[in-house]
């Protein structure tokens, strides 16, 4: 059964500080992972998607890292801010075939900005 | 630009009472239209897509079906609510050929007294 675990379920830390949020994955064959920003109230909005031979991806104060052999990606906020505060989802594709189906969805990470 | 309206944002409904669901895109043509729930905790859940006028694909059994009457309308209904159709539901859309749901609405809160 395809799967993607996420953690820490939820991250407490101050303004200006980095954070990095994990993200496992049990999707086979791996397409590709994409990482959405969720504030309270509202729909998801996509930060960044990767591909299999892709490493490394930014999107101005995010990074998101994918390491295919080990099934882990991780999204890494820099110098962070009040408005940062929002669930983090990670999303699995698997296969090729292009059914949403496909689509594993996190849990989350909810992540707090404090003063 | 495309944007995607979905009302009303909050529902209070009584157990056994119908519901409808209304989602809109503009902007796009022939979209990819996409019904799915998030619940506490848990991971967004696919409910129905669909790749055109009429066109629906259920993902789960439930108490829930979808309709498409036109290109860039998308309803969700129900025909006697459950406790355990409470929940956050999120339309979103995508170009033609893409599976990822490129943009969501801002969702509907569902609460079942």
């Not at chain 1, 390491?67 to 699995?92: E, F, G, M, P």
């Not at chain 2, 209070?12 to 796009?28: A, I, K, M, N, R």
């Not at chain 2, 339309?91 to 509907?108: E, K, L, M, V, Y």
Request: aromatic share 8%; with cysteine; hydrophobic share 30%.
């Amino acid at each position: 059964k395809n799967q993607v675990e996420q953690s820490p379920q939820s991250l407490i830390i101050l303004e200006g500080k980095n954070c990095t949020l994990q993200c496992n994955y049990t999707v086979s064959p791996f397409s590709n992972l994409r990482w959405y920003k969720q504030d309270t109230g509202r729909g998801p909005v996509s930060l960044t998607i990767m591909t299999f031979s892709e490493n490394t991806k930014s999107n101005g104060r995010y990074t998101a890292t994918l390491d295919a052999d080990t099934k882990q990606s991780s999204l890494h906020i820099t110098a962070s801010q009040l408005s940062d505060s929002a669930s983090y989802i990670c999303v699995v594709s698997a296969g090729s075939s292009g059914s949403a189906r496909q689509l594993t969805f996190g849990s989350g990470t909810q992540l707090t900005v404090l003063p | 630009s495309q944007t995607i309206h979905q009302w009303p944002a909050t529902l209070v409904q009584p157990v056994g009472s119908p519901l409808s669901l209304e989602c809109t895109v503009e902007g796009t043509s022939n979209p990819n239209l996409y019904w799915y729930r998030q619940a506490a905790g848990r991971g967004l859940q696919l409910l129905f897509y669909s790749v055109g006028i009429g066109q629906i694909s259920s993902e789960v059994p439930q108490n829930l079906s979808a309709s498409r009457p036109q290109d860039r309308q998308f309803i969700l209904s129900s025909k006697k609510l459950l406790l355990s159709d409470s929940g956050f539901y999120l339309c979103a859309w995508s170009d033609d050929n893409r599976i990822w749901p490129q943009h969501f609405g801002d969702g509907t809160r569902l609460s079942i007294l």
